[in-house]
T-cell receptor, first 118, second 112 residues
Framework: EAGVTQFPSHSVIEKGQTVTLRCDPI?????LYWYRRVMGKEIKFLLH????????ESGMPNNRFLAERTGGTYSTLKVQPAELEDSGVYFC????????????????FGPGTRLLVL | DAKTTQPTSMDCAEGRAANLPCNHS???????VYWYRQIHSQGPQYIIH???NNETNEMASLIITEDRKSSTLILPHATLRDTAVYYC?????????????FGTGTRLKVLA
């Protein structure tokens, strides 16, 4: 079974440009999460999709970030325009829906996209 | 809003048990403790999780104190491939979302 995949693995862009990150979750996983780690800080939650719906986007830093999950399969995270402080590693994770009231939704992470804004 | 505290780094001799502590004194009754590890340039890899009881799987054991304010991840026979950053995570539920609150992690170095 394929794991969570992310594309690209690395991206180097200039301040003011646009970058789109893609995440393909594990097949059949309804839940999809985005996290990021900026330099010197902890990995932090950005948002959560259940199928194609945004369940929680409380961690999105500002309106320069737009996440979509059309059709409830893969997801994209667009940064427009990118700023220097957006540099970091962006992780995607997915999990199954909880069952039988025991929502032990272990999240499985992709390898991350390393974004550098110059 | 970190909910976990871990030592920054630890060393362990190859073949010995690695015991990685974590404090989570503000954990709520229905919040799980998860452990993941990250090997250089890979994403966080799931190891184990628990709520109240001690847990064991093929990778590790998780010991949770009775008051749930701390836990210890045990790698019974550490190998060089276990060198990684180990994250102790509290999973919280907010508005229907289960989100992970990561700590800063412990950098474990297994020595030959």
């Amino acid at each position: 079974e394929a794991g969570v995949t992310q594309f690209p693995s690395h991206s180097v862009i200039e301040k003011g440009q646009t970058v789109t990150l893609r995440c393909d979750p594990i097949s059949g996983h309804d839940n999809l999460y985005w996290y990021r780690r900026v330099m010197g800080k902890e990995i932090k939650f950005l948002l959560h999709f259940v199928k194609e719906s945004k369940q929680d986007e409380s961690g999105m830093p500002n309106n320069r970030f737009l996440a979509e999950r059309t059709g409830g399969t893969y997801s994209t995270l667009k940064v427009q325009p990118a700023e220097l402080e957006d540099s970091g590693v962006y992780f995607c994770a997915s999990s199954q829906a909880g069952t039988s009231g025991r929502a032990q939704e272990t999240q499985y992470f992709g390898p991350g996209t390393r974004l550098l804004v110059l | 809003d970190a909910k976990t505290t871990q030592p920054t780094s630890m060393d362990c001799a190859e073949g010995r048990a690695a015991n990685l502590p974590c404090n989570h004194s503000t954990i709520s009754g229905n919040e799980y403790v998860y452990w993941y590890r990250q090997i250089h340039s890979q994403g966080p890899q799931y190891i184990i999780h628990g709520l109240k009881n001690n847990e064991t799987n093929e990778m590790a054991s998780l010991i949770i104190t009775e008051d749930r304010k701390s836990s210890t991840l045990i790698l019974p026979h550490a190998t060089l491939r276990d060198t990684a950053v180990y994250y102790c995570i509290v999973r919280v539920k907010v508005s229907g979302t289960y989100k992970y609150i990561f700590g800063t992690g412990t950098r474990l170095k297994v020595l030959a």
